[in-house]
């Protein structure tokens, strides 16, 4: 069942919120060493968390709709008490002190939260294969990807381990795997949801984001964890609007975007047909489209592997054996403690990542690289806005290709190219969702991206949710055993 479902179940009576949990946590046990989407399953946590919400259930009193039910977290969110590794060996044993924001918010909603799932390490990556505890596969066809870095709450919710699940996006990494997974994946505005908790990579452009089986989950999941946390200097202080309630628009009257760039070289033709026909899909229920341009999508991938790696390899310089994490034993000095520490608990993706910022913050580089980034940012943003002030939404692939097989993108550059339509919005800091739209001939996801206005969450929403009533593809399954 969806939350939605769920939470009318338990209002009728038909189940319980401790019967449900115990049947993720059996699913878990059963499927999950295929799929691989768990770093840590708090069994404990969770069934006490749904005994707690069975009584308010029997008493008639319950927190809303998301009392009961069971959701997993991205190992990149603090859990207080629970191990928070970010995928990398540098951090297995870390145990916080305190709870995310998010994590409180769900919590206070009544959410049983059934584990960490599995994610490239630190966030960087686009196929959750460079996690140090081992890939996630996909659940449509295990010897693929499930997309990254959220490739673990992705696939968790695509195998049915978990009825929704947050994640983070710094450049693609909840509408990717969302893609590749064939489930709801949206990434708020930046700062529409605090990231207090969240262990950064990419500060100016981290934000977490919601998976789902569809757009009314999304919209429950965004309304208990979206709004300002006075904790989070970046959080935006603004009104949340009722999510829910905005569903029910439709979309006639809207004017939507078609960026031509996005249908250009590179993409799958199964990708491109699909998409189309979405469109067309949309045309059929009332809105009507427009072709705009987004010259400056080009420069994307390029702005952001100067701008991600330089604030990462900021941001990752506090893992240095001192404090917290991994400390490499029989070191003569402090230098050559961090450097074995770093040598030992970093990836090689991270590793890449963080002499290439490095490289790029170094006097001599700075202006050449980040500040003509920082430059070139400010240009694709302005695309995006320009495109937007004349259209309601843009609509797009969210992928050029879908879900490739595991050890399939060996090259770092055309690994990084899966992100080629996501990174643009990620610069823009404005909302998007991915949401099923058709399969390849082989069986696999095909994901339409809605790309909105700041701040304008309900209407990416009230899109996708017009679109899922008009077609089946929600009914379609992975089929696991």
């Known amino acids: ?78 859990t207080k008490g629970v191990r928070t590794t970010c995928g990398s060996r540098i951090l297995e044993g870390f145990v916080p002190p305190y709870d995310a924001t998010v994590v409180e918010r769900l919590e206070a909603a009544g959410a049983v939260l059934l584990g960490k799932t599995n994610m490239d390490e630190f966030a960087m990556g686009s196929s959750t294969e460079h996690s140090a505890f081992g890939p996630t596969r996909n659940p449509w066809d295990l010897g693929r990807v499930p997309g990254g870095s959220s490739g673990g709450s992705a696939a968790a919710v695509a195998a049915e381990l978990a009825a929704g699940a947050l994640g983070t996006d710094t450049g693609g990494s909840v509408r990717q795997p969302a893609a590749f997974c064939g489930v709801v994946g949206l990434k708020p505005t930046y700062g529409r949801v605090s990231r207090y908790g969240l262990v950064a990579f990419a500060s100016s452009l981290d934000q977490v984001g919601t998976f789902a089986r569809d757009a009314r989950d999304t919209a429950l999941l ?142 001599g580089y700075y202006d050449a690289y980040y500040g003509r980034a920082q430059k070139v940012r400010t240009l694709v943003r302005r695309d995006l806005e320009a495109a937007l002030a004349r259209v309601d939404v843009l609509v797009a692939p969210t992928t050029p290709g879908v879900a490739f097989r595991l050890g399939e993108k060996a090259d770092p550059l055309a690994m990084y190219l899966n992100d080629v339509f996501t990174v643009p919005t990620s610069l823009a800091g404005l909302p998007a969702v991915s949401l099923r739209c058709g399969f390849s001939a082989a069986g696999l996801p095909v994901g339409l991206q809605l790309i909105g206005r700041a701040l304008d969450e309900a209407t990416l929403l009230r899109v996708a949710h017009a679109y899922e009533q008009a077609t089946g593809w929600l009914a379609r399954r992975p089929a696991l055993a």
Request: aromatic share 6%.
């Open 1 to 78: 069942m969806t939350i939605h479902e769920l939470a009318e179940a338990y209002r009728r009576g038909e189940t319980t919120p401790s019967a449900v949990a115990e049947a993720h946590l059996a699913r878990i046990a059963a499927l999950d060493a295929k799929v691989g989407a768990f770093l840590t399953v708090t069994r404990e946590r969770a069934l006490a968390a749904a005994a707690a919400a069975d009584a308010r259930w029997r008493a008639g009193a319950p927190r809303g709709p998301l009392d009961g039910a069971p959701l997993a977290l991205k190992d990149v969110l603090c």
């Open 222 to 363: 965004l309304g208990a964890i979206a709004g300002h946390d006075p904790r989070d200097a970046t959080s935006v202080d603004a009104p949340v609007p009722d999510y829910t309630a905005a569903l029910a628009g439709g979309v006639r009257g809207l004017c939507l975007g078609v960026p031509r760039e996005y249908f250009g070289e590179g993409i799958d033709p199964e990708v491109a047909r699909a998409v189309r026909e979405a469109i067309e899909t949309l045309r059929g229920l009332g809105a009507v489209t427009e072709d705009v341009s987004l010259p400056t999508t080009d420069y994307g991938i390029a702005v952001y592997y100067v701008l991600a790696p330089a604030e990462a390899s900021s941001n990752l310089a506090r893992y240095d054996g001192v404090k917290y994490g991994l400390r490499t034993p029989g070191a003569k000095d402090l230098i050559e403690m961090e450097s074995r520490t770093r040598a030992a608990g970093f990836g090689a993706e991270v590793k890449r990542r963080i002499m290439l910022g490095t490289y790029a913050l170094s006097a």
